[in-house]
């Protein structure tokens, strides 16, 4: 079984509508990651999270929002979703004892109609 | 704030021979320094990383990649290809010992395509 799983891995939605992506990990690892991958431009980091009650901005939150359920579990949320939020989203996690080793889900493919 | 240059969007080589994508990096300090691999369908494989010391660094399937601090480079090598290395190459960055957290700023990638 994967250690980092998404859910949906492929989701289309139209303009305005909320949406959720999801992200477990069975690795135990504290530090949980979103980023959203677009031709070109590489990966940009959405928001972090270092512990449960720890949530922090990256480079392009705005329209996204994140809830850390528990260690395991990190989801993204678009609250009213636009065509420019196509995009592959990956989820990544890291362990505080290994701090800069950051593994990455299989990602989701997201289409805004 | 940090940042990646990866020259070259895509390169074609053939199978058995040797490799090399290109990283230049933008940072004040000594950065924390690696690469990812992205098979097709497929999340992010970590290659390498290079934090302190030998600035000659080994990874996994046979890459290797040199830290040159004068040309602020981290260039990914390998001396032959095989058919499974055609795939997404990524070099990123985020600050050293001296803070920033753990966020990694990425390169845009290089499509790498193998012809048999």
């Known amino acids: 079984d994967a250690d980092v799983t998404q859910t949906p891995r492929n989701r289309i939605t139209k303009t305005g509508k909320r949406i959720m992506l999801e992200c477990s990990q069975t690795k135990g690892h504290d530090r949980m990651y979103w980023y959203r991958q677009d031709p070109g431009l590489g990966l940009r980091l959405i928001y972090y999270s270092f512990d449960v009650k720890d949530i922090n901005k990256g480079e392009i939150s705005d329209g996204y929002s994140v809830s850390r359920q528990a260690q395991a579990k990190f989801s993204l949320s678009l609250e009213s979703a636009i065509p420019n939020q196509t995009a592959l989203y990956f989820c990544?996690?890291?362990?505080?004892?290994?701090?800069?080793?950051?593994?990455f889900g299989p990602g989701t493919r997201l289409l805004v109609l | 704030a940090q940042s990646v240059t990866q020259p070259d969007i895509h390169i074609t080589v053939s199978e058995g021979a040797s490799l090399e994508l290109r990283c230049n990096y933008s940072y004040g300090a000594t950065p924390y320094l690696f690469w990812y691999v992205q098979s097709p369908g497929q999340g992010l494989q970590l290659l390498l990383k290079?934090?302190?010391?030998?600035?000659l660094v080994q990874g996994i399937k046979g890459f290797e990649a040199e830290f040159k601090r004068s040309q602020s480079s981290f260039n990914l090598r390998k001396p032959s290809v095989h058919w499974s290395d055609a795939a997404e190459y990524f070099c990123?960055?985020?600050?050293?010992?001296?803070?920033?957290?753990?966020?990694?700023?990425f390169g845009t990638g290089t499509q790498l395509k193998v012809e048999l």
């Open positions: 990123a960055v985020r600050p050293g010992i001296t803070g920033g957290g753990n966020k990694l700023t």
């Open positions: 290079y934090f302190s010391g030998d600035t």
């Open positions: 990544a996690t890291s362990d505080y004892r290994d701090r800069e080793t950051q593994y």
